[in-house]
């Protein structure tokens, strides 16, 4: 399921929503997969613009009964960005074909004041209905 962020009417961030299956018992994991920002969007007054994203998905997450949001990251200056500036814990860190693959989460969380910055509207996909 296709996720999208805009600003003013231009889409400033992206990403593709998955449900993983539930492999290590600690509870159900809103998956993100190709996540993706624009690098040149400054959000006015306020975080990181895949502060703004990725807390929102949070938010739904957690308001749709979820525990967690999982994602691989392969690049490692992505992953430490995500640990970092974003407090993503590191699960583990893989290698498949040759290359590392970061597997990254968070807890689901409701986030009221971040709906303020990236409320969801007919025209944003990122909606309370994300059951699979």
Do not use: K
């Amino acid at each position: 399921m296709p996720l999208v962020l805009t600003s003013e009417g231009v889409v400033v961030a992206l990403a593709v929503v998955t449900f993983p299956p539930d492999f290590d018992g600690d509870g159900q994991a809103l998956g993100l997969d190709r996540l993706v920002t624009d690098p040149d969007v400054s959000m006015p007054e306020a975080a990181p613009l895949s502060w703004i994203f990725t807390t929102r998905i949070s938010d739904v997450a957690a308001r749709e009964g979820y525990d967690w949001v999982r994602m691989e990251v392969a690049s490692d200056r992505l992953a430490e960005h995500f640990q970092v500036r974003l407090a993503w814990r590191l699960e583990a860190t893989v290698h498949r074909d040759g290359a590392p693959v970061h597997h990254l989460r968070q807890r689901a969380e409701r986030n009221d004041a971040v709906q303020a910055l990236a409320p969801a509207t007919s025209r944003t996909p990122l909606c309370p209905e994300l059951r699979p």
